[in-house]
């Protein structure tokens, strides 16, 4: 009974682990040449292509790598995701957070008082 559960264990999990989808904006060569359908030279033209203009938008930009086309790209979507990249995210928060105090900075009221004490009368 204890080597029919583990067989079972060991099937499933096999299974799961094809099944699972790779990010297209962080996938190294050894990963993309993982899937089913992309071997080395299409992994390299997916690095190069990523490199030259950057994270992948959606999984149909993939039409734009040479040696991929329509038909190619239908039978990976299952096994790919996209999801922009950490770096480019947290670099765009930055971005945004130091504009925005910038912005800030620039907007201080000042406060309605003479920039002088009004001199004193007798």
Not at 9 to 33: D, K, M
Not at 46 to 62: S, V
């Amino acid at each position: 009974m204890k080597i029919f559960l583990l067989a079972l264990f060991l099937v499933l999990n096999l299974n799961l682990s094809a099944l699972a989808a790779i990010n297209l904006n962080t996938a190294s060569q050894s990963e993309l040449e993982e899937i089913k359908g992309i071997g080395p030279a299409k992994a390299k033209s997916i690095l190069d292509y990523r490199k030259q203009h950057g994270d992948f938008k959606t999984i149909n930009e993939l039409e734009n790598v040479k040696g991929i086309g329509e038909a190619t790209v239908e039978k990976l979507r299952k096994q790919l995701f996209v999801i922009k990249h950490r770096k480019a995210a947290n670099a765009t928060k930055n971005n945004q957070a130091s504009e925005s105090a910038k912005t800030a900075n620039h907007n201080v009221l000042k406060p309605n008082r003479p920039a002088k004490e009004p001199a004193a009368t007798q």
